[in-house]
């Protein structure tokens, strides 16, 4: 079984005491590529030192992450844009909306992400894209640059099937994580009407730890609990999700 983890912050503080071993153990239970999306310019070089260390396992991406848009939002913007002209990334991101910690500088989020999602077009680049409480608001300033070179993820997916559908027809896909073993996580009702083909998997790490890790720090190597679980969903085998997700995480990335 080969998986991708199409969504993890392994430079976070939470790694920094044994980075080499969480990677290890991830190759060992079949994870053996973790995508790493930036949330502001004090993360970039930290990730990129990961991604250095690590080469082809890890890869970075480039982006201001919504909760960590504030007044100085437009000098954040300009550094980030010419890290991207001036080296490489897999993909813009993590960039989006946020609507549950603090709405304050919702504007400048909007501002944000319509810039960073011209960014990605210009560059062919796809997007990782956070929409915590905001999945409507989102896919209305993706409709509204009405531009079929879009492409991305709808990162750690978690609404309703209107706005799965919503978000497929623009042509983008699912990240499915730990919450789909959740109990009243919901994703188990609606992923049986999403074709496996629009869906890659993930783990937001070290956050939102899948059963029965939850409330602990979670790690690349627990995507093989998301991999069961929607395999159980699908009433499928695990090896066939595997697959599914993983030519769809290397084609929509370009990782090989």
Known sequence: MVLIDTHVHLYADEFHADLDSVISKAKENGVVKMLMPNVDIHSINVMNEVALTYPGVCFPMIGLHPCYVKEDFQTQLEDIKAELDSNKYIGVGEIGLDLYWDKTFYEEQKISFETQLKWAIEKNLPVSIHS?????????????????????????????????????????????????????????????????????????????????????????????????????????????????????????????
């Open 132 to 256: 915590r409480s905001a999945t409507r608001e989102a896919l209305e300033i993706i409709k509204h640059l009405s531009n079929k070179k879009l492409k991305g993820v709808f990162h750690c997916f978690s609404g309703t099937l209107e706005e799965a559908n919503e978000i497929m027809d623009q042509g983008l896909y699912l990240g499915i994580g730990g919450v789909v073993t959740f109990k009243n996580g919901g994703l188990d009702k609606i992923l049986p009407e999403i074709p496996l083909k629009n869906i890659v998997l993930e783990t937001d790490a070290p956050y939102l730890a899948p059963i029965p890790f939850r409330g602990k720090r979670n790690e690349s190597s627990y995507l093989t609990f998301v991999a069961k679980k929607v395999a159980e969903i699908y009433n499928v085998p695990t090896e066939e999700v595997s697959k599914i997700t993983s030519q769809n995480a290397n084609s929509l990335f370009t990782l090989s």
